[in-house]
């Protein structure tokens, strides 16, 4: 099992910034995707972003926070982090941390979920 542990949301203004970090603890698989979904009420979940274990870490956005956002992580902390400045109204929903890795049997994780709320 893997547990994921989100902070950093909040309330800001349009075109500011905030810093979401997840932690991630239990039996984590060296090699694994982590990343953060987002969701507002009566839509489906979607990708914001997403970075593989490997050197270097591979990273695949969405195209609507492209520029933005960047998404990072410490493996020796099993951290994934996800930058968004210039944030926009549109950015608002609740952002999920995702943890997903081939070797695990279980499928996918994911966190609590934190409120990221953009003012205009």
């Known amino acids: 099992q893997v547990q994921l542990v989100e902070s950093g949301g909040g309330l800001v203004q349009a075109g500011g910034s905030l810093r979401l970090s997840c932690a991630a603890s239990g039996s984590i698989f060296s090699i694994n995707f982590m990343g953060w979904y987002r969701q507002v009420p009566g839509k489906q979940r979607e990708l914001v972003a997403v970075i593989t274990s490997a050197s270097g870490g591979s990273t695949n956005y969405a195209d609507s926070v492209k520029g933005r956002f960047t998404i990072s992580r410490d493996n020796a902390k099993n951290t994934v982090y996800l930058q968004m400045n210039s944030l926009k109204p549109e950015d608002t929903a609740v952002y999920y941390c995702?943890?997903?890795?081939?070797?695990?049997?279980?499928?996918?994780?994911w966190g609590q979920g934190t409120q990221v709320t953009v003012s205009s």
């Open positions: 995702y943890y997903y890795s081939d070797y695990d049997l279980s499928g996918d994780y």
